[in-house]
């Protein structure tokens, strides 16, 4: 205890924070990637059922195109649009289609063409709403790691534990909110599902009409979805090591830390304005992305550390100093994260979720006994009987009298 670690100490936790973060992302990733793959799939299916098994392998003329894809499509075939249309969250891409669909000319005859282009705008308006959900709950998941395990770092280096809050729910939400490089990510998820829509649009559609086969329109359209592909990564690798180090400085401010030094990443291929910044020390109140800490740019990967030094050694053992008792609280090396936030983070969260951990098992073995004993009246699931048991009062009291009268009944001694 007592001695301030050496710069090297917080290079490698800070670089083993930012590779926890990344780990974290390829699930997000993956997820997206999936939705790619089988948005793909999709537009490839439509594309056979309205080019017909007769144009698979053999191309159209120009002619025999335009007045293949002119022909009306059927009832069904419209329906099944417009159910399409229904599973698209994002109201400007949802508003857009529906206005397309029901405009007089589409209600009384919406051609091939006109049925392909609504699908792929379909298709489209559903990954941007997945990548906009997955995007989110990452970032939000994110910015509580790196708060935490920023502090963490803090407290083990110094080898002094001490109790921290969380960042409130309120903060992280306003961090989530903000369009820190002059657009918010939801809006650059937006333009670049309007991108990729106009680039099938004009890519697949333009080479229906010039009569290609399905085989060469699939390889188009796999070259147009892996650019949309390229983009979402990109967009979630950058917008991550955003809020990562947002929430880290938060959590430098949190407990008394002023400085901090840029790291560069230390890799093969580094970027000169990232190696011009490794090891420069700057005040946290004047932070920027983009001039002196992460993301200096797309993908990049750098991180920061706190500046430590004496005083701050003595400022975290005064943290730690019971008044009362002059204890002094220590964190050993061998701690982990999740024991830490336990016991440190905001350590009266521990009580609550063990209450509410009491509260839904009580709960369970409640609902079992009145499945038990009234079983035509039960709900299938456990959380349909929560639900009324905490948001319908005069249904739950019917259920608890009727209880108490299978019990007696139950009780009573045959005659």
Known sequence: MGSVPSNDYWRERAEARMDAYVRDSYSTLRTLSNAHQKALDGIREDIERIYGNFARWHGLTEDEARTYLSQPVSEEEHAW????????????????????????????????????????????????????????????????????????????????????????????????????????????????????????????????????????????????????????????????????????????????????????????????????????????????????????????????????????????????TDPVTGAVTEIPNDMTFEEWEASYLNPSTRAAAQAKQRKEAFDRKQFERYQEALPSQMPKSFKAFRRVKYENEERYKEWMADYRRAMRAAAEPEK
């Open 81 to 320: 649009l417009l159910r399409e249309i229904e599973e698209v969250q994002d109201p400007r891409i949802r508003m857009e289609l529906i206005a397309q669909s029901q405009a007089p000319a589409y209600q009384y005859r919406m051609s091939r063409l006109e049925r392909l282009q609504g699908s792929i705008h379909a298709q489209v308006g559903k990954l941007a709403d997945l990548q906009l959900s997955e995007s989110t709950e990452l970032f939000r998941r994110t910015i509580h790691n790196a708060y935490g395990r920023a502090i963490f770092d803090l407290q083990q280096g110094s080898g002094y534990g001490f109790a921290v809050d969380r960042m409130s729910t309120g903060a992280v939400e306003q961090l989530l909110r903000t369009d820190w490089s002059g657009l918010h990510y939801s809006e650059r998820i937006w333009k670049n599902a309007q991108a990729l829509n106009e680039w099938l649009q004009e890519d697949l559609l333009a080479g229906m009409l010039r009569g290609k086969s399905v085989d060469a329109l699939a390889e188009q359209l796999v070259d147009s979805l892996g650019t949309g592909l390229n983009e979402a990564e990109r967009l979630v690798d950058t917008e991550m090591t955003y809020f990562a180090g947002q929430a880290e400085m938060a959590g430098y401010r949190k407990v008394g830390i002023d400085r901090y030094i840029y790291m560069s990443e230390h890799q093969k291929i580094t970027c000169k304005r990232c190696l011009a910044l490794d090891n420069v020390i700057f005040p946290v109140e004047e932070a920027e992305p983009g001039e002196n800490m992460e993301p200096m740019h797309p993908h990049c990967h750098c991180t920061t550390g706190a500046w430590y030094d004496d005083l701050t050694m003595e400022d975290f053992k005064r943290r730690a």
